[in-house]
């Protein structure tokens, strides 16, 4: 699934879209988690894209009367390109620009997301109950010690939650956790203020150096220009199992948590 740094890589690779005006929206296929509105081409037609943001894992495309929000699911991808390319199989959803450009949902396994969020989008029910942005000053070790006290719940799992924190999906927490030396299974509460000092700012800097990195590209993801990103090259644990550490050069080891699978080093990261 992409992540934050995958989301935020397409959403700069489709930001020449910004200021353009939209003259038609095709829907092949409107079956995705939740139906795309039929009503969109009428509710987009000759409407000017004012600005791309982003929130956790979702793209909020900013148009006159209001934001249309887009998710990319397990496999979904977010292409811009030229009107005269031919839609394959999976490309499920257009907007097509008065310049000639086009913005294109593909997604095979049909978990993304197309949705009407209105004029006010931070109280849709997707975004409304959201906690912080892992890059904003207000998500620090301090505010992790305060909401981890009292949960029992793996580190790994708690920092996956988004309602503690958005964006830190599978593999980022799984080498936040590895940077921060702290055992993915590790009972949240248990951790000190200096554990969550450190886990803050490895989640904040492992994120920055994906972002600067255009992501991951393992299975699906590519970004809007079509490029993969690289930041899988720099992996010290994720998908490395049997792999010799990076630092100790014991092997990685690897187990199922919160129905994931995880990855760590036993030496660097104990109990």
Not at 50 to 62: E, G, M, S, V
Not at 175 to 188: D, G, K, N, V
Not at 251 to 257: A, E, G, P, T, V
């Amino acid at each position: 699934m992409p992540e934050l740094p995958e989301v935020e890589t397409t959403r700069l690779g489709i930001l020449p879209l910004v200021g353009e005006t939209v003259a038609d929206v095709v829907i092949r296929n409107g079956s995705l988690r939740w139906p795309i509105p039929q009503s969109l081409p009428e509710m987009l037609a000759h409407q000017r894209l004012n600005a791309l943001t982003r929130r956790a894992k979702y793209i909020l495309a900013h148009f006159d009367t209001g934001v249309l929000l887009l998710h990319l699911g397990m496999s979904g991808r977010l292409s811009l390109l030229a009107q005269n390319e031919a839609p394959q199989k999976h490309d499920h959803f257009d907007i097509i620009f008065k310049n000639g450009q086009v913005l294109r949902l593909r997604d095979p396994r049909r978990f993304g997301a197309v949705l009407w969020a209105g004029t006010d989008p931070a109280k849709h029910m997707l975004l409304s109950k959201l906690g912080p942005e892992p890059l904003d000053d207000v998500f620090t070790g301090q505010y992790l010690y305060q909401h981890l006290r009292t949960r029992s719940v793996a580190i790994k799992t708690a920092i996956m939650d988004s309602h503690l924190v958005v964006g830190v999906g599978n593999i980022y927490a799984s080498e936040s956790l590895f940077r921060a030396r702290i055992h993915p299974e590790a009972s949240a509460k248990t951790l000190s203020l200096t554990a969550c000092d450190r886990l803050a700012d490895e989640i904040k800097s492992t994120l920055r150096e994906a972002l600067a990195a255009g992501g991951s590209s393992l299975r699906d993801f590519f970004g809007a220009d079509g490029k993969p990103g690289y930041f899988q090259q720099e992996y010290f644990v994720y998908a490395r199992t049997n792999q010799p550490c990076k630092v100790c050069a014991q092997s990685i080891k690897s187990i199922r948590l919160g129905q994931r699978s995880t990855f760590f080093c036993e030496h660097c990261q104990k109990r």
